[in-house]
């Protein structure tokens, strides 16, 4: 990393992008305390984590790219490091369930999907209840069930837990189904960070809408005569609209002029490839 520099506040879903290389991982591990900056300063939670060591790991669960765990049934290894982050039984099949791995409790972990392996990995990043999730490449080597089921899952730890998530991955659309913040890494160097809506607005990115009506295919005649709009996707009582990113806001008002007050309307996210190669491209 060189003059990075970047703030990334609670709440969100922040996606860690930039191309193989980039510092994506050595951030991980600056954010850990893993290794220490040789110049600047990492807060975490206006703390130093590589001084405050334990204070600020205990606020974070980390899910590697290629956990390796050990060949022991499930409980054993979720009620091991459970101990040795003080977390009461309970507390583990609270988590347990959150994850949905209940019924694999007593299933050795090489017999499981590597869908259930991640599932495992977030139970145990979980454990002790952490403020902020890292994880790495966590729909990698998964075929595309298991990879809708996992982003899926990491919606409702979000709606549920109120915990904040920073993922690093290669696979931009389904990043772009949780993501509403992005931190864009090249050569070490941070190119862009911040709000989705804003940058895809100043990059003129397509922003994604998901409107939800009694009569979609109706909707969706109206909407294709508007210059604004470029792309309409029918999915049973859900539209998805792709529209210019010039000003996301006003999208959104022209799109809730037509639609109605009482039409749950959306902004979902923004082509992240789209934003990718134009970041990728900056000089």
Known sequence: MRNASFKIPGGV??????????????????????????RGKVYVF??????????????IGYLQEKPIYPQVKV????????????VASQDVF????????????????????RGYIQRLGLAIALLGDPEILLLDEPTAN????????????????????GVTVII???????????ANYIVFIRKGQVVEYGDINTIVARYRVTAI????????????????????????????????????????DEIQYFLREIVGDETRLELVSSELGELYEKLAGLN
């Open 13 to 38: 879903a922040a996606g860690l992008l930039g191309p193989n290389g980039s510092g994506k991982t050595t951030s991980f591990k600056l954010i850990l305390g893993f290794i220490k900056p040789t």
């Open 168 to 178: 690093a991955t290669h696979i931009l659309p389904e990043l772009q189904q949780v």
């Open 46 to 59: 206006g703390q130093d984590p590589v001084k405050e060591e334990l204070k600020v790991r205990s606020k």
């Open 75 to 86: 409980w054993t290894l979720l009620r091991h490091i459970a101990r040795l982050r003080n």
């Open 209 to 248: 809408f998901r409107i939800r009506v009694s009569d979609p295919r109706r909707l969706a005649s109206k909407l294709i005569l508007f210059d604004k709009i470029k792309a309409v996707e029918i999915a049973g009582d859900t539209l998805l609209v792709k529209a210019t990113g010039e000003d996301v």
């Open 94 to 113: 609270r988590i347990a369930r959150l994850t949905g791995i209940t019924r694999y409790l007593d299933f050795n972990i090489k017999s499981l999907s």
């Open 142 to 161: 998964l075929d595309p069930i298991s990879r809708k089921e996992i982003i899926s899952l990491i919606r409702d730890l979000m709606s549920e837990l």
